[in-house]
């Protein structure tokens, strides 16, 4: 028979396995190019809600969650060694509640505060070099082949002494190769990396050492432009991997295949103003966080002065 300890724990790699910084990401236009010295403030609202999967692995049933995340990002863009680069920080907060029945005992948590940074450096390969404004809007996208690294800090709320954290309390990093396409108004995106995991040497009490194997994800987008920074787009994507570990013993059934489907769509208001809403839901997934999520994003950008 499963301790509660165990069920805990398990409800906690699903916690883990939703957050918004994770393989499950949507992100159309992701290696789009800006001009130079471009910035943006952005304001992100998602809220979260649906089904945890544990694959059989503990007799619980109708377990859910439901939690929201406020999100506020910069962007800046700048010339890398000659080739255009960007880099985006994020900083998340969430506040949810998580249900599940073990037999016929019913369980609840309520959880708030700071989720893990995370920070992405992005370079262009190919198909556009850094332009300044005046040539940026001269110049016509084609195919670009870019690169990034993403990085998740160990920032978030974290206590050892509680199973279930918004904070992983260790660092995860994701390489990953980008393909943008443009033909006249479509744009066609695709992305495939790879996340890597260091240990949570300090989970529950401070005297275990949990682990997750690497997650390889797949990310496509079709998108199609009406004007300038006014856009809709089909989004999906798959991942696969992600087997967890306590002490150095791994759980099989803790493995993770899945895929989601969503839209995405980008009103600009102004010179300096856009919104964007997008809406995803799952389409397959074998453990894990099973969720539907709308997010509304307000985004403020500008031209910052040449170095």
Known sequence: MRTPFQFAWLFAIAVVAVQVVSAQDLAPRAYVLTPLHANALTLTYGFYDGSLLFNGSVPVTNATGKYNVPVISLYHSFDMFGHFANVT?????????????????????????????????????????????????????????????????????????????WGGNRWAFKPELGYSQRWGKIVLDAYGGVWFYTLNSSYFTGHNQQGEQPIGAFEGHLSYDWKLRTWVSLDGNFWFGG????????????????SRIGVTGSVRLDKHQSIKASYSEGTYARFGGNYRNLSVAWQWSWLGHPN
């Open 243 to 258: 087997v967890t570990s306590l002490n150095g013993i791994p759980n099989l059934e803790t493995k993770q295949t899945g």
């Open 89 to 165: 920080a994020s900083l998340p907060y969430a506040v949810g509640t998580f249900q599940g029945d073990l037999k016929t005992q019913a369980e609840q948590i309520y959880r708030s505060g700071l989720v893990d940074s995370t920070y992405r450096l992005a370079v262009n390969l190919k198909g556009g070099p850094p332009l300044e404004p005046a040539e940026f809007h001269k110049w016509k996208q084609k195919t670009i082949i870019g690169v990034s690294l993403k990085v998740i800090a160990p920032t978030g709320q974290y206590d050892p002494a509680k199973v279930i954290n």
